[in-house]
């Protein structure tokens, strides 16, 4: 079952900034076919990393600010943060083994 949380102008720093845990924030749009085949495995990933990593959806054209604020040019755009600060990054679609790789990295 899917953990993923949806953020946006009104929760972003409760949820991202200020968690405890490190977070994957999605940046992504309805739109994007590449963003939509990223989504199962985030869904995979909120299960596999339960409580110990938090994923977020940000959709880019309803919260443009925000996208703009961390750089986003290119979606899917998937941002990890750590204490509040972005610490990797991985742009457009990829594999889930390289999620992992990324995400197990961030969490060491």
């Not at 940000?58 to 943060?81: A, H, R, T, W």
């Amino acid at each position: 079952m899917s953990q993923v949380v949806v953020v946006g102008d009104d929760n972003f720093a409760q949820e991202v900034l200020q968690s405890s845990v490190p977070v994957l924030v999605d940046f992504w749009a309805p739109w994007c076919g590449p963003c939509r085949m990223v989504a199962p495995l985030l869904d995979e990933l909120s299960s596999h990393y339960e409580g110990r990593l938090k994923i977020v959806k940000c959709d880019v054209d309803e919260f443009e600010p925000l996208s703009l604020q961390y750089g986003v040019q290119k979606i899917p755009n998937l941002m990890f943060f750590k204490d509040g600060e972005p610490v990797a990054q991985v742009v457009g679609f990829t594999s889930r083994r390289q999620l992992r790789e990324v995400a197990d990295e961030v969490l060491s």
